[in-house]
Nanobody
Framework: QLQLVESGGDLVQPGGSLRLSCVVL????????IGWFRQAPGKEREGVSC????????YYGDPVKGRFTISRDNAKNTVFLQMNSLKPEDTAVYYC????????????????????????WGQGTQVTVSS
């Protein structure tokens, strides 16, 4: 059974940086595209960034382009989200999720075009950007 475990959330000042980690546990974990999503209070969940397992292609949501970087270390079954130049509007619970790579593109995953394709979600990690 696939299991995702996030870590790295914290309280940080505006302009600061954080790195989130998502450990993917289970059989054939590198078969999956992995995405980061976030949900702020009173708002819908939105796609932040997604990465393919087959070719390493990536996708970023417009609010984070140029500030966030997604990467994966398949040997460690871990996907990272490096977040720089953080803003108060980045405050949210951040989740990672998995979709079989053959069932999606990274953009479709981040747009949640096919919600039934998601096979696992992590428990979330809180990121708070505040002075």
């Amino acid at each position: 059974q696939l299991q995702l475990v996030e870590s790295g959330g914290d309280l940080v000042q505006p302009g600061g940086s954080l790195r989130l980690s998502c450990v993917v546990l289970g059989l054939i974990s590198d078969y999956y595209a992995i995405g980061w999503f976030r949900q702020a209070p009173g708002k819908e969940r939105e796609g932040v960034s997604c990465i393919s397992s087959s070719d390493g292609s990536t996708y970023y949501g417009d609010p984070v382009k140029g500030r966030f970087t997604i990467s994966r270390d398949n040997a460690k079954n871990t996907v990272f989200l490096q977040m720089n130049s953080l803003k108060p509007e980045d405050t949210a619970v951040y989740y990672c999720a998995a979709v079989p790579d053959i069932r999606t593109t990274v953009q479709a995953m981040c747009d949640m075009t096919y919600p039934y394709a998601f096979e696992a979600w992590g428990q979330g990690t809180q990121v708070t950007v505040s002075s």
